[in-house]
């Protein structure tokens, strides 16, 4: 396996369009997460999955952001009515969970740019 | 809440110099650290972590990282930089109550390396 995946690397939108990403984590790990990353900021936590469970969302920025994981494996994660605001960098992050100490492997990001 | 703070925003050093990075942290008990580091457009990737035990981690790239608690800091080094080394680098501490799910990063140094 070559790492976490994310689909599409770029996306170009009008403010109140609907957008969907998506991200193929590292087969063997169960844990999948969603970070955003604004330009000059770190990554921020949105949300986090166990399998196909979400165990923590609130953190995600509105009732228009919202991310599925329906057979533990990969992930999407929708933005309704799009914002220019919503212009960031979309990171996904797995691990194995299991050890107490797991290590989150990104991958390479979606870039969205509302207009 | 955890926080991080990298107190430098911008760094720039000499190809074959010596490097050191700063990060502060809070945190209630001792934490899970990392650092990772970020090329231009590009996702993540785990430079070195401290779960326990040695405070003086090794890294990938000859990168390495001491853990101090009296200090709350977890600063990066190396001894020589070169030109690859030029990218952004964030410090990132996890919450060891919830197994690491949720990271908090700094927001990042920018490494410039000049000939």
């Known amino acids: 396996d070559t790492g976490v995946s994310q689909d599409p690397r770029h996306k170009i939108t009008k403010r109140g369009q609907n957008v969907t990403f998506r991200c193929d984590p590292i087969s063997e790990h169960n844990r999948l997460y969603w970070y955003r990353q604004t330009l000059g900021q770190g990554p921020e936590f949105l949300t986090y999955f166990q399998n196909e469970a979400q165990l923590e969302k609130s953190r995600l920025l509105s009732d228009r952001f919202s991310a599925e994981r329906p057979k533990g494996s990969f992930s999407t994660l929708e933005i309704q009515r799009t914002e220019q605001g919503d212009s960031a960098m979309y990171l996904c992050?797995?691990?194995?969970?299991?050890?107490?100490?797991?290590?989150?492997?990104f991958g390479p990001g979606t870039r969205l740019l509302v207009l | 809440a955890q926080s991080v703070t990298q107190p430098d925003i911008h760094i720039t050093v000499s190809e074959g110099a010596s490097l050191e990075l700063r990060c502060n942290y809070s945190?209630?008990?001792?934490?899970?650290l990392f650092w990772y580091v970020q090329s231009p457009g590009q996702g993540l990737q785990l430079l070195l972590k401290y779960f326990s035990g040695d405070t003086l981690v090794q890294g990938i790239k000859g990168f390495e990282a001491e853990f101090k608690r009296s200090q709350s800091s977890f600063n990066l080094r190396k001894p020589s930089v070169h030109w690859s080394d030029a990218a952004e680098y964030f410090c990132?501490?996890?919450?060891?109550?919830?197994?690491?799910?949720?990271?908090?990063f700094g927001t990042g140094t920018r490494l410039t390396i000049i000939p």
């Open positions: 992050a797995s691990s194995s969970e299991g050890t107490g100490e797991e290590t989150q492997y």
């Open positions: 990132a501490v996890g919450d060891t109550n919830f197994g690491n799910e949720k990271l908090t």
């Open positions: 945190y209630g008990a001792t934490p899970y």
